[in-house]
């Protein structure tokens, strides 16, 4: 299984909700990504975890609020969003979070976000 | 001055002729990189990795060159599902922190 899954596929929310979008791996990765991308412009680093722990935060706005609850599973939790959060996000999955491999990256298809 | 760069293009170029595209990073401390290509709506896939001693897939050829800080991406016979936009990564800080160029626009003309 060399698939990164993610749900759901398109979301649209007020500012006022909460939503929450998921990834799943199974290819037994152990760093995950979330990525925002803006249209025609190259996917944006938000956090990264790597051996369920967050080792990376882009400084992204606490309205997005990612977890990790295993190795398979990254959550990435959406309150009180604005218009202009409105993207694509994807989420990514590497073999290892440690130097010394050449890390490539899978991306899940992404879940198109529209805030109203 | 972008950590990474690319020239935005488009590229319009006819089926069957060799097309190439280059990517600068500023940091040195930069330790991998790869091309990846995107199409329309659709999540960036994996093209090829990028090594020091440069590598081939099929029509697609990657060099790199450490002393001028560039990657660049060779395909050769160009198809038309080859029309995307190919983006540059650099990795560095221990492999998690990741940059992507600013993606070339590759358009393959029947």
């Known amino acids: 299984d060399t698939e990164v899954t993610q749900t759901p596929k398109h979301l649209v929310m007020g500012m006022t909700n909460k939503k929450s979008l998921k990834c799943e791996q199974h290819m037994g990765h152990r760093a995950m990504y979330w990525y925002k991308q803006k249209a025609k412009k190259p996917p944006e680093l938000m956090f990264v975890y790597s051996y369920e722990k967050l080792s990376i935060n882009e400084s992204v706005p606490s309205r997005f609020s990612p977890e990790c609850p295993n190795s398979s599973l990254l959550n990435l939790h959406l309150h009180a969003l604005q218009p202009e959060d409105s993207a694509l996000y994807l989420c990514?999955?590497?073999?290892?979070?440690?130097?010394?491999?050449?890390?490539?990256?899978?991306f899940g298809p992404g879940t198109r976000l529209t805030v109203l | 001055r972008k950590e990474v760069e690319q020239d935005p293009g488009p590229f319009n170029v006819p089926e069957g002729a060799t097309v190439a595209f280059n990517c600068t990073y500023s940091?040195?401390?930069?330790?991998?990189f790869f091309w990846y290509r995107q199409d329309c709506r659709k999540e960036p896939k994996l093209l090829m990795s990028?090594?020091?001693s440069g590598n081939e897939d099929g029509r697609f050829t990657a060099q790199l060159n450490r002393a001028s800080q560039y990657i660049s991406l060779l395909i050769r016979d160009s198809k038309l599902s080859d029309s995307a936009t190919y983006l540059c990564v650099v990795n560095y800080e221990g492999y998690q922190k990741v940059t992507f160029g600013t993606g070339t626009k590759l358009q393959v003309i029947p």
């Open positions: 940091n040195s401390a930069s330790q991998s």
């Open positions: 990028v090594y020091s």
């Open positions: 990514a999955s590497s073999p290892s979070g440690t130097s010394g491999s050449y890390n490539e990256q899978f």
